[in-house]
């Protein structure tokens, strides 16, 4: 069994003691992403461009392990506020066209740097 670190510039560095991302066997597991522009270093301040840019980062690393939105065989969504699950949806369907991803949505009290929403994702790349 072999594991790699998944890592590119395309998304935020990490803000802990983890990897972006490892893939063992095919399956690529990324850490949480926080709606951060890896150039500006900064967060949007809607729910819907929070859930673009943290797609973004999540779709950045798994390009960064081979692979593409179509990949993507699970994501989980930890958000604050539950009320924004329809802006969300609307804003998270942008990047499938069909067959999305098995999900899970957590309403959280708190999430790191302030962010509304953090996105973390298992990806098959074969």
């Known amino acids: 069994m072999s594991?790699?670190?998944?890592?590119?510039?395309q998304a935020p560095g990490a803000i802990g003691p983890y990897s972006q991302a490892k893939e063992v066997?095919?399956?690529v597991y990324i850490s949480g992403q926080l709606p951060i522009d890896p150039e500006t270093g900064k967060m949007p301040?809607?729910?819907?461009?929070q859930t673009t840019q943290c797609m973004k980062n999540v779709i950045a690393i798994v390009k960064a392990a081979g692979g593409?939105?179509?990949?993507?065989?699970?994501?989980?969504?930890?958000?604050?506020?539950?009320?924004?699950?329809?802006?969300?949806n609307t804003a998270y369907a942008k990047f499938f066209e069909e067959d999305p991803?098995?999900?899970?949505?957590?309403?959280?009290?708190?999430?790191?740097?302030?962010?509304?929403?953090?996105?973390?994702?298992?990806a098959m790349i074969c």
């Open 68 to 88: 593409t939105e179509k990949n993507l065989l699970r994501c989980e969504l930890f958000i604050r506020d539950m009320a924004s699950f329809g802006e969300i």
């Open 25 to 27: 066997n095919g399956l």
């Open 101 to 122: 991803p098995a999900r899970a949505v957590v309403e959280v009290s708190a999430l790191p740097k302030g962010a509304m929403i953090e996105i973390q994702a298992v």
């Open 3 to 9: 594991i790699r670190v998944i890592s590119t510039n």
């Open 45 to 49: 301040e809607s729910i819907a461009e």
